[in-house]
């Protein structure tokens, strides 16, 4: 069967986006290019996203004022992070079409909620306990064994909110620490590679999928995503069909990026997700025709899909930081390198600044070790 | 020799950018990816590049005032249209540097400076004479003969300001229309197809330039580009040369395109130019790493020039008037497609409202007839 056609958001529509950063930035501008107008929402004034949208509302996530008017001025909004208040989301809910959707988010918002998600769209995870007390801790180490990773559940990013337990002493202190949030207790799964994939799904369900990925990070931010992965072909086949499986099973509209460990035997396990463009899928942008910002927006906007084919192999590198700051210089001499920045004053240390994609040959990237696939990016 | 670097516009820079149309959008945006805020300068309120600029001034261009707090707002400014006031650029370059620079405008601005300049670059021109009245005209023509185009001087495009004179009774009518402008009159050149080719030149005189297209017109707008025009080698090669000589002598900073016809026995000749982004350059936004609104933006910026390579041959269509807006529809569904829409609320007839650009592999358009090579876009 072939999905019907959604009506898509007519020409000069506004879209309106929760949030400010360069995940927004760059919906924006492909908004933009699509022939759209964007109107941000985010509590930042001079936000990256707002330096290049039409209308910006600098208001903090539980104004309902501002949410009402913002809703009245849009026809459609989404947001460039899975972190938004319920309470917003409610409030604009009853007045304007919200993609991906409530699902997308309850779900992401929860590491308990994700994990049993995962399993029911058919993606294996590796074991997992909700962890409420220390007592909850005990018992999961012991069935979980060590070393593990205690987590909060909610509003976790690059690391943050999370503890590595290598041996029983350490179980307490990141308990305290990371207590009296609701927490998850992991297992330290020994992977090979981290794989991510991302697929985007329409109005009317129609899904695409790019390229698997694999990913490596540094001081918990990721540095590098090699596109395509270097997997078996089975393997890679498999990380595709685990992200289009969760795509349908949430009833998205958008792109959500799932993240995998690659294990010894070839086997995959889910690890964590993101209903929105993902920062390992920056590199679609310059080596796809149609990057996933674009294919979000088009998703939001009812559009069909476009084309996911990858004309390029590709590395991209987060420039962050300071150090991500002085490699500018060198990066906007390189002829084989697109750099998109993000707009933000400050180089703080750890704050991602842009990104660099570095386009390869097709099918190039299998051949090369790392350092000559990032050749000084 | 190789040129020295000039010192860039740091990350996060403000340029000014003096008109607010769709050229000055695409500007903005690959001024964005680069890190560059904007601030658009333009007598239309929520012009297209109003929508997705940090920053606007929506004032006539001889509003002093206006321009002084514009220049002091910016570290550098360039504009979108060759018509800028010069009375506008004289308020501005005292204060701030102002790029391409006040010599490619006072060409650019006087078809008879162009033709003049033209020469001296060593680029052939077809004959051509100044005419101030009807007596002029008569010997203008008694010299060139019949058919001619009797232009304005000034202010001309997409065919505006001109008429082709077909017989000697065309004169007289046409003169008095156009007049009392200064006008020129030039030789009709029987050419076999209009060619044009777009160069970039940097603050330290570093030179690059795109392949050489084939344009098609239709009511007096460009209607095609055809990417790269199916010319013979020696042809390819000079158009390149002669956009280059362009740069070079007009010491230009940014780019240039030379609008050129070619003659039956494979000879080219100058005929206009527009120191800025050009409409039959739009196809280098997807099929070069560098685009031309980022080539422009990196000379303005003093950022060394990006690659020009054409990873795949292209077909540029103007979306104009209610005809272009009926083609979404079926643009936004092609795979081969990359569509670019201005942000425009009114689709009126002759308006340009988007490009699209559709990619064909490297190699396979000069096998093409146009009717192939359009596919349907």
């Not at 309106?16 to 492909?30: E, F, K, N, T």
């Not at 992401?108 to 994700?114: K, M, N, S, V």
């Not at 202190?173 to 794989?195: G, M, Q, T, W």
């Not at 997700?273 to 998703?299: K, V, Y």
């Amino acid at each position: 069967m072939t999905p019907s056609e959604p009506t898509p958001l007519p020409l000069g529509a506004t879209i309106g986006i929760l949030g400010g950063g360069q995940l927004g930035r760059m919906s924006v501008m492909a908004a933009a290019r699509l022939g759209y107008a964007c109107h941000v929402f985010a509590p930042e004034a001079d936000s990256p996203a707002m330096q290049v949208s039409a209308a910006a509302t600098v208001a903090a996530y539980d104004d309902l004022p501002a949410l009402h008017r913002f809703a009245a001025s849009v026809d459609v909004v989404t947001y460039e992070f899975e972190n938004v208040p319920a309470a917003t989301m409610a409030a604009l809910e009853g007045r304007i079409p919200c993609r991906p959707g409530p699902r997308a988010l309850a779900i992401c918002q929860d590491r308990l909620a994700e994990k049993r998600f995962l399993a029911e769209a058919g993606v294996p995870v590796g074991p997992w306990r909700a962890v409420h007390s220390p007592e909850e801790l005990t018992a999961a180490l012991a069935e979980i064994g060590l070393p593990a990773v205690l987590k909060t559940t909610r509003l976790g990013y690059d690391g943050r909110g999370q503890a590595v337990l290598r041996q029983p002493e350490d179980a307490l202190p990141a308990y305290e620490r990371l207590s009296p949030k609701p927490l998850i207790l992991e297992a330290y799964i020994p992977f090979v590679a981290e794989i991510s994939a991302i697929a985007a799904r329409g109005v009317n369900g129609a899904l695409a999928c790019y390229d698997a990925v694999e990913n490596q990070h540094r001081h918990h931010i990721l540095d590098l995503s090699f596109a395509p992965a270097r997997l078996p072909e089975a393997a890679a086949l498999e990380a595709r069909n685990n992200v289009t499986r969760v795509a349908t099973a949430m009833e998205l509209v958008g792109v959500v990026a799932l993240e995998m460990f690659l294990l010894s035997d070839g086997s995959l396990l889910g690890n964590e997700m993101a209903p929105r463009p993902h920062n390992s899928g920056h590199w679609t942008m310059d080596a796809c025709l149609c990057g996933q910002f674009e294919q979000h927006i088009r998703a939001v906007a009812g559009l069909p899909l476009g084309p996911v084919t990858r004309h390029a192999d590709a590395v991209m590198r987060n420039l962050v930081g300071p150090e991500g700051l002085a490699a500018w210089p060198s990066l906007v001499s390189r002829d084989d390198v697109v750099a998109h920045w993000y707009g933000k004053a400050e180089a703080r240390p750890g704050r991602k600044l842009g990104h660099a994609n570095r386009l390869l040959p097709l099918g190039s990237l299998a051949g090369l070790d790392d350092v000559t696939a990032c050749d000084g990016i």
